[in-house]
């Protein structure tokens, strides 16, 4: 065997050596009218109303939407303008409302942009949290945000980046606090 042909078998092996893991491994090729067909929603539905309840028939939470679109194979629903509204185990729900919403299979919902959360109850110590990302875990009742934060109560107002709360126990914690803004009320 003369050197050219030496060196053209050994590039040969080594050619095969580096492409057989490649070839080896089972990675399931998704065709392009798979990829397409994904993006595609399942259903769709204008001026949404839906309302879903526990296992012991309460209310859980209800939500109302301008547009929804559903993606089965994505795992996913969007919503367009929705405005949710979380029952927890206290007797006043929270109301979410933002201009995008999604809602994953593991019951986590995440609204983005002029997130604006509301107490329905008046007397409470949080009266609305503003933000523009948001993640609500509906099992749990959790809320949680990484982004600039305004939470509002009766006399005061304070500003964080990020805060994490348990709509449940009423129990918030903020991420990184920036102000506070304190104004008691005159009493007459």
């Known amino acids: 065997m003369n050197r050219v042909t030496l060196c053209i078998a050994i590039l040969f092996i080594l050619a095969l050596a580096l492409s057989l893991p490649g070839w080896l491994s089972d990675e399931e090729v998704l065709i392009d009218s798979q990829t397409e067909e994904a993006w595609v929603p399942n259903y769709q539905a204008s001026k949404m109303r839906s309302t879903l309840y526990?296992?012991?028939?309460?209310?859980n939470h209800?939500?109302?939407a301008q547009k929804m679109e559903h993606f089965d194979l994505l795992g996913f629903t969007l919503f367009k303008q929705p405005n949710y509204l979380l029952f927890a185990q206290s007797l006043h729900p929270w109301k979410v409302e933002a201009q995008e919403g999604t809602l994953y299979e593991d019951q986590r919902i995440q609204f983005e942009t002029n997130v604006e959360i509301t107490s329905l109850d008046k007397q409470g110590y949080i009266q609305v949290i503003r933000t523009n990302f948001v993640e609500v875990n509906l099992e749990d009742k959790t809320i949680?945000?990484?982004q600039a934060v305004e939470i509002v109560g009766p006399n005061y107002v304070i500003k964080s980046n990020g805060?994490?709360?348990s709509l449940e126990t009423q129990r918030y914690e903020l991420l990184d606090h920036?102000?506070?803004v304190y104004q008691p009320s005159i009493q007459r």
């Open 54 to 59: 526990d296992k012991l028939g309460q209310i």
């Open 144 to 146: 949680h945000s990484d």
């Open 163 to 165: 805060f994490t709360a």
């Open 178 to 180: 920036v102000k506070t």
């Open 62 to 64: 209800q939500v109302f």
